[in-house]
């Protein structure tokens, strides 16, 4: 299926590992032409370079913090009309309310709230004047079925999750959809993360923990992130115009919810 995306502009953010690589890799593949971004120019350059290998296409590399108004500002003049944005950043440290001070509330609210929104806000009326937009943020699972040790990820998630759907009753209008992938347990650095975590905590080796994690979802592996970066693909596709206002959970099937 061709996409309709081929030589549409696409700005993905944290995109030098993990879940947002995967999709700067996709959208890649289907002829986009990828802006990454990252705060370590080193760590941008050798995640362009891997998917030039992949796709014949070397992305464009923006170094920029998404956390500070001077990044955003740098992203929205080195980007100003992208067609696609892919909103995504690294998640809080998972615990439990009596670990996390304000600063940490601080924190996730800015790093996973407000700079998706900001950057929602200064695209979306370009992509509307030009009745083209697809963005995507990547939340978390959490959103809709938060765990006891997720609840700051859950509650700043859920903020950005709300802001969209508010938005997106007017930019579906003029084709600019807005959706969230939920993932759950994707096989990158934060499960890494988290098996080495569970490891200390249990003392029980990385193997056995990346076993237990997986064992928690229902498909009873880690997901691949190609498979996350394939699904954010079709969201920004041409066929894709009609989907808006969602959330995408790729989970393996874990969500015990009808809805």
Known sequence: MDLGI???TALVCASSRGLGLA???SLAREG???YLNGRHAEALDAAAAGIETLTGKRPDVLVADLNTEAGRATIVDAVPDPDILVNNNAG???GKIADWSRADWLAAVEGNMLAPIFLIKAYVPGMRARRFGRIVNITSAMVKS???TMGLSAAVRAGLTALSKSVQRDSVIDNVTINNLLPERFDT???KYMAERMSSRDGISIEEARQRIA???AAKRL???AEFGDACAFLCSAQAGYLSGQNLQLDGGSYAGLV
């Open 92 to 94: 809080p440290e998972p």
């Open 223 to 225: 997901g691949d992130p």
């Open 215 to 217: 064992a928690t979802i």
């Open 23 to 25: 999709c700067a890799t």
């Open 189 to 191: 650095d934060r499960q």
């Open 146 to 148: 938060p765990s006891a």
């Open 6 to 8: 081929t030589g549409k």
């Open 32 to 34: 986009a032409r990828v």
